[in-house]
């Protein structure tokens, strides 16, 4: 089973898909989310956000100003700015 995964930004969507694992950063420090992970609601600081997909190639990225949501092995990552790493 894996996680949905959605990256949003104020423009567009950056990425979605399934994944393994994503990492983000909250304003309270670093977390990371698996299936089955309890519903979070958490306040997205400005830095790394790394995807690990169901064929363990990991897509790199930034984000910042906005929120996480965990829920039903869904991860919602919307915030004000957003990019792929290059």
């Not at 089973?1 to 930004?9: H, N």
């Not at 958490?42 to 790199?60: C, M």
């Amino acid at each position: 089973m894996a996680l949905q995964v959605s990256l949003v930004s104020a423009e567009a969507e950056v990425w979605s898909g399934e994944a393994k694992l994503v990492v983000t950063t909250t304003t309270e420090g670093q977390i990371g989310f698996m299936t089955g992970h309890e519903p979070v609601l958490a306040i997205l600081g400005d830095g790394p956000v790394r995807i690990t997909q169901t064929d363990d190639s990991v897509i790199e990225a930034t984000a910042g100003d906005g929120f996480v949501s965990v829920e039903s092995d869904r991860v919602t990552i919307v915030a004000g700015h957003a990019a792929l790493a290059s």
